[in-house]
């Protein structure tokens, strides 16, 4: 089905009246079942949706796609509890609805709609969206119209026609780009990937906030992970006349950084299997199927437009040096890892404040070479690293962990010892949490507190919990240390580095 938020969008809504909220659901449920398309309810603030609670439960049960919106108090009165404030307005349809949400400001109503009309078609299911009134008068802005110009298709295997039509999009497209997301190589499209982009002769970005590698990062084609805010999207996208994102959400930003989600004369088609992911898209048609399938398919589909025999693979440029004694820059450490290190090693990745560095220096051309915390959870990369090698002990793990993050985990150090998981963990010590610092310095906040963690022996620790321990102090000792590493049995090494910023 081809499902559309602006399916009556040349026209104006018919309002069908009903007494009891009860009765209005019930109405919209026949509606639904008959057409097989979304109906829309309308009901009054919390005491309504209470009323219409109990036929929402016949709703869930024959799978319906109903859209119920509830009036909300003016944002300014619902903290006071004024008479009709749903003071909890998404947990109060829950369980029956899919979706319940409340829009956090009012320009972001129209995605709001949307994104609860996908997922009650998507999901087959009640959703539930509570809008203050006084949203309801304020002006839409420059980025309202993507919202609400979206289709999604769904199929559970891409159709001939489907693929054939895209297909024909970026032959056709003057200048495509790809944005691949970490759900390509979830599903073990890695190499097929790198064939469209090679055939498309595409430049290619991996999606914002990626936690696995879905392109190489020294490929030609590669463009750098884009970074994490709207208008640095935009103005990373200009010039590009058709953007077709591959297994990623559209976008998981991270900074506040406003701006047009694209920019103007570009059009986006994501292809994705995560309904969700298709439903809140603020821009952009979005395709939801099996991306494994489609990628293979559309490799044999586009136009070849004259890639090379040979790929002529991106050089690293210089490592930054330190001339801080017994410090290293963080360049000097992946560049030593590169440089010492198979291109077969699967590397876990948490030292938050040196990403530019890891993804200029680094040489990644295999699948499952890379980690991270998908949703930013500190914590994640030295137990996970754990998990990756005993998961895959034909290939040697490397956990590359910050200080700040170490701390929220160490104690897998003991689970690795006693199971002698051959694990390689590598602590940047720089002596704050990296990662906060950089937040104050883009929010230009001063005298911020609690970022300095100075004085925390990794090495000790490590002995204590039984895993052997080394701490170096230059690029000869650290390639060293990552050879000797013991291949029946975890070890730490300790490298103490300059915060990306500091003056080296």
Not at 149 to 163: G, M
Not at 245 to 261: C, D, N, S, T
Not at 353 to 376: I, K, N, V
Not at 434 to 452: E, S
Request: proline content about 8%.
């Amino acid at each position: 089905p081809t499902i559309t938020s602006s399916q009556t969008r040349s026209e104006q809504m018919r309002y069908i009246l009903a007494l009891h909220e009860g009765a209005a659901v019930s109405m919209a449920e026949g509606y639904a079942q008959a057409t097989g398309v979304p109906a829309v309810v309308n009901l009054h603030a919390a005491s309504g949706s209470g009323n219409g609670m109990g036929a929402v439960t016949n709703a869930v049960y024959s799978r319906t796609p109903l859209l119920l919106t509830a009036g909300q108090q003016v944002r300014s009165a619902i903290g006071t509890e004024s008479m009709l404030s749903n003071v909890s307005a998404t947990e109060l349809m829950r369980p029956l609805v899919t979706h319940a949400a409340e829009p956090a400001c009012s320009s972001d109503v129209p995605r709001a709609v949307a994104h609860a009309l996908f997922e009650a078609q998507l999901q087959r299911r009640p959703t539930y969206l509570s809008v203050p009134y006084d949203d309801w008068d304020q002006p839409t802005d420059s980025n309202t119209e993507h919202a609400v110009t979206r289709k999604v298709v769904v199929t559970q295997r891409p159709s001939a026609d489907l693929l054939t039509s895209l297909a024909g999009e970026l032959n056709a497209s003057r200048n495509p780009a790809l944005v691949v997301g970490s759900h390509v190589d979830t599903v073990g499209a890695f190499d097929e990937m790198v064939a469209l982009a090679e055939k498309l002769q595409a430049p290619t970005w991996i999606a914002p906030s990626s936690y696995r590698l879905p392109f190489p990062n020294q490929h030609p084609l590669f463009q750098g992970v884009l970074p994490a805010g709207i208008a640095p999207v935009s103005a990373a996208l200009d010039g590009h006349d058709l953007v077709l994102v591959l297994g990623a959400p559209v976008f998981r930003y991270h900074q506040h950084l406003p701006g047009r989600l694209l920019p103007e004369g570009t059009r986006l088609v994501q292809v994705t299997d995560e309904p969700g992911a298709a439903a809140r898209a603020p821009a952009g048609d979005a395709i939801v199927t099996d991306i494994r399938v489609a990628i293979s398919e559309l490799v044999g589909l586009v136009e070849d437009r004259g890639r090379p025999t040979t790929v002529a693979w991106k050089q690293p440029p210089p490592a930054h040096g330190s001339h801080v004694p017994g410090m290293l820059h963080p360049d000097e450490v992946f560049a030593t890892l590169r440089e010492t290190l198979s291109t077969e090693t699967t590397y876990v990745v948490e030292p938050t404040s040196t990403s530019r560095s890891f993804w200029e220096q680094m040489d990644l051309r295999r699948p499952g070479s890379f980690y991270w915390p998908a949703s930013g959870g500190l914590g994640y990369g030295l137990a996970a690293s754990v998990g990756v090698q005993l998961g895959q002990p034909s290939r040697r793990t490397v956990a590359l962990i910050g200080d700040g993050s170490a701390n929220y985990s160490i104690t897998a150090l003991w689970t690795a010892a006693q199971h002698n998981v051959p694990v390689t963990f590598i602590i940047l010590r720089n002596g704050t949490y990296g990662a906060l610092r950089g937040f104050a310095q883009l929010l230009d906040t001063t005298d911020v507190p609690g970022l300095d963690i100075p004085g925390i022996d990794f090495c000790a620790l490590a002995s204590g919990y039984g895993v052997e321990a080394r701490h170096v102090t230059s690029t000869s000792e650290l390639a060293a240390a990552v050879r000797n590493a013991p291949q029946d049995g975890p070890v730490l090494i300790q490298v103490d580095t300059l915060f990306p910023d500091a003056t080296s």
